[in-house]
């Protein structure tokens, strides 16, 4: 049995899936989600029910089994030790040792509980169209979300994504991730007029009214509104409609490129993904995307 926690946005959750469910294939045994997570953090939710997803939810006994007793009293503390104590391939609880990929994950046992955000392709490349597939939102658009998605295929469309929001207003968040700046919009913007004749941005943002007064646009545009908080999928589903991409430091919008099925796509992404430069990005982007 392989148990992942869940934890964070619907990017996250998407990320941790996905190791999830390569390495229940690679082991041939189930996948199991923890989702205790989301009981004591208000801000989020797990989100990917939504998802045409194989979804099984760990029972405590089953995490217990796996995790070790939780809180920092003196049974964790022993857990913890003789786990530790093991080499990382045979330990029952693993936790992310590093940013980028690692690939001592593959050597794990079958039954393990997993920690961390495994953000890279590398953990799931080799089941990439089963991911893609069950990734396919199992709900139809409405009305409104149905008119704007024929609108995206019938145009050069590109995604913009402008996260601030969370990122702007916490200051623990904006510590660890920063924002883009205008000037990487405005670099994005320009590299990719160069290059697609009559691009329309379609902008996803949520904050959509800061957006409009300073970042300016010399081509069509359209802001994507009304789908946030728990719709928050179908923006997905129009961002990876649409044929290019300019994604911000976001792992939402990270798979709203990942997940368009353009061969021809261009996806620009940050160099700066957090703030910390000392965290080691590099297996983030697919090596297809640029990076300015």
């Not at 590299?191 to 379609?202: E, L």
């Not at 959509?208 to 300016?216: A, F």
């Not at 796509?265 to 300015?292: C, G, M, Y």
Request: proline share 4%.
């Amino acid at each position: 049995m392989i148990i992942v926690q869940l934890i964070g946005g619907l990017g996250n959750q998407m990320f941790q899936y996905a190791i999830g469910r390569r390495l229940a294939i690679l082991k041939e045994t189930d996948l199991k989600f923890d989702i205790s997570f989301f009981k004591n953090y208000k801000n989020r939710k797990y989100d990917l029910s939504c998802f045409n997803i194989i979804e099984d939810f760990a029972s405590s006994k089953e995490i217990y089994r796996l995790k070790g007793p939780d809180g920092k009293r003196i049974p964790r503390k022993i857990f913890k030790i003789i786990n530790k104590i093991k080499p990382y391939h045979k330990r029952s609880y693993i936790m992310e040792r590093h940013y980028y990929f690692d690939p001592d994950i593959l050597k794990v046992s079958n039954d393990v509980y997993l920690e961390g955000y495994w953000q890279s392709e590398k953990y799931f490349k080799e089941i990439e169209d089963i991911i893609r597939s069950e990734f396919k939102i199992k709900y139809e658009p409405d009305s409104v979300n149905k008119k704007i998605g024929s609108l995206i295929l019938g145009l050069q469309s590109v995604s913009i994504h402008i996260r601030r929001g969370d990122y702007i207003a916490d200051p623990n968040i904006y510590k660890v991730h920063g924002i883009c700046p205008l000037e990487y919009y405005n670099a994005a913007i320009e590299k990719i007029s160069k290059i697609i004749k009559n691009p329309h941005f379609f902008i996803f943002s949520d904050d959509p009214e800061w957006v409009k007064n300073n970042l300016k646009i010399d081509h069509p545009t359209t802001f994507i509104i009304g789908n946030l908080g728990n719709k928050d999928y179908e923006d997905l589903r129009l961002m990876s409609l649409c044929k290019h991409h300019i994604i911000g430091n976001s792992s939402f919008s990270w798979w709203g490129a990942w997940l368009s099925e353009n061969p021809g796509k261009i996806v620009i992404a940050p160099k700066k993904w957090f703030n910390d430069q000392r965290i080691n990005t590099n297996d983030l982007i697919p090596e297809s995307w640029h990076r300015i």
